[in-house]
């Protein structure tokens, strides 16, 4: 089940290039609250996604690591780090298993909508094989990628 609701596309979101804006649905975290996304370029990764000192639901990017990665990986990671709010890992729940978990929602979700195409999601598979730090859930990306494939 997606506990993620549309604004019917009215939210328009920022997250890739400065110079190729890209509009995203809407994300909503597990309390039903919309969830922000800002750019950030001390954070060490492409995204974290986090509540804000006022409680609300924020997910910080950095515009330096997006603009180097293509804009389908770039959407995938948009939907990875709305599933963390999502899903509820941000509100005490992360758990191990919680990554595989945000990208197998990502994929799902982006199929969903449609906006998953197979030529896309080649691209995303790619990157994630190619670029995967080591993680809690998995020790390089092609383990990333074979747990994807098979969500
Ligand atoms: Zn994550």
């Given at each position: 089940m997606i506990r993620?609701?549309?604004?019917?596309?009215?939210?328009?979101?920022?997250?890739?290039?400065?110079?190729?804006?890209?509009?995203?649905?809407?994300?909503?975290?597990?309390?039903?609250?919309?969830?922000?996304?800002?750019?950030?370029?001390?954070?060490?990764?492409?995204?974290?996604?986090?509540?804000?000192?006022?409680g609300m639901p924020?997910?910080?990017?950095?515009?330096?690591?997006?603009?180097?990665?293509?804009?389908?990986?770039?959407?995938?990671?948009?939907?990875?780090?709305?599933?963390?709010?999502?899903?509820?890992?941000?509100?005490?729940?992360?758990?191990?298993?919680?990554?595989?978990?945000?990208?197998?929602?990502?994929?799902?979700?982006?199929?969903?909508?449609?906006?998953?195409?197979?030529?896309?999601?080649?691209?995303?598979?790619?990157?994630?094989?190619?670029?995967?730090?080591?993680?809690?859930?998995?020790?390089?990306?092609?383990?990333?990628?074979?747990?994807?494939?098979?969500?």
């Amino acid at each position: 089940m997606i506990r993620f609701l549309f604004a019917a596309c009215l939210g328009l979101m920022i997250f890739g290039k400065t110079a190729q804006a890209q509009s995203y649905p809407t994300c909503f975290n597990a309390q039903n609250i919309p969830v922000s996304y800002f750019p950030d370029q001390t954070i060490s990764d492409i995204a974290i996604a986090r509540n804000a000192p006022n409680g609300m639901p924020v997910v910080l990017w950095n515009p330096n690591v997006t603009a180097n990665m293509h804009p389908a990986t770039v959407e995938f990671f948009y939907y990875h780090e709305c599933a963390h709010h999502a899903l509820g890992h941000t509100l005490g729940n992360y758990f191990p298993g919680a990554e595989a978990q945000a990208d197998c929602w990502a994929k799902k979700t982006m199929i969903s909508i449609g906006v998953l195409t197979p030529q896309k999601y080649q691209i995303i598979a790619q990157q994630l094989f190619q670029q995967s730090k080591p993680g809690m859930d998995w020790p390089n990306g092609a383990v990333r990628v074979q747990f994807l494939n098979n969500c």
